[in-house]
């Protein structure tokens, strides 16, 4: 029997980074599906799981910085491959890497990248993937040994793999992101890359030319010493999910670990930051 879902319509200003940070707290309420969409964002979510009382509690409601109206609606099916090919948009970074679902046209690129984006983060839309892929693209990856932390969709292990890695960790908290980022890998012929999920203590003894950790703030000024600990010297480290605010005290941060500044990409206020350890 199909489960009836519940749906909520949410109209947000701005879009991002509020539809980020709401598919965050709703995963965290059971909410499995999520779409974003032009205007806002769609978020369903099993009715016997429904909790309307703390979705309204949420804080995020409170922040007057925010505009949020959203509708909700009883749906007896959900088609979500329809959802995903309605609004799920191929992404070209730098006109030289795309990201693509299997149902769209492959252009002339010089990386072609295939996920199904499903219920996981990371589809390459969001302002954070899209400058770690530009850092990545910088990057001569080759015979690198690389750590993927928050991999998401695997778009980032994955596009290292294209850059020329040949050992890749990706690990990932959420359940969604560590299943996803395994059928992405297979999807695209980099079944190598090693997928766990958990987060920065599984890292144990290995060493890594290179991490990526596209998270947020908390978490990174939190794991930050853990990451410094297995980076080899010389290393680089590729870090996203704040904000340009929060940009000087992730540096202080850095700073105190030998972890040294090298550059950053803004969009939407969001940073892409790139350190080496000296």
């Known amino acids: 029997m199909t489960p009836t879902y519940i749906g909520y319509f949410f109209r947000l200003e701005p879009v991002q980074p509020l539809a980020e940070i709401l598919i965050a707290q709703l995963n965290e309420l059971g909410f499995d599906s999520f779409v974003e969409t032009e205007t806002g964002l769609e978020a369903y979510i099993e009715k016997s799981l429904h909790q309307p009382e703390a979705v309204k509690e949420l804080y995020i409601f409170q922040n007057p910085d925010f505009k949020i109206d959203f509708e909700v609606k009883e749906i007896e099916q959900v088609n979500w491959n329809e959802e995903w090919e309605r609004n799920f948009q191929p992404i070209l970074v730098d006109d030289i890497c795309q990201i693509r679902a299997p149902f769209h046209a492959k252009q002339e690129t010089t990386y072609d990248i295939i996920i199904e984006p499903k219920m996981s983060f990371g589809t390459g839309h969001h302002a954070t993937t899209h400058m770690m892929v530009q850092h990545l693209l910088q990057l001569d990856c080759t015979n690198k040994v690389v750590l993927d932390m928050g991999c998401g969709t695997g778009i980032l292990a994955i596009l290292a793999g294209m850059r020329g890695a040949t ?29 766990f999920e958990g987060d920065a203590s599984l890292l144990g003894s290995k060493k890594f030319d290179l ?3 596209n998270i947020n703030r908390n978490i990174l000024l939190q794991d930050l010493p853990i990451y410094e600990k297995v980076l080899l010297q010389e290393g680089i480290i590729l870090l996203s999910g704040f904000y340009e605010e929060d940009l000087s005290l992730i540096n202080e941060k850095c700073k105190q670990l030998g972890l040294q500044y090298v550059n950053h990409f803004i969009k939407d206020n969001w940073v892409g930051a790139k350190f080496v350890k000296n």
């Open 167 to 195: 050992d890749i960790t990706a690990i990932d908290i959420d359940h969604w992101c560590y299943l996803n980022t395994q059928e992405n890998v297979v999807r695209n012929n980099y079944s190598a890359i090693k997928v």
């Open 211 to 213: 991490i990526i950790a």
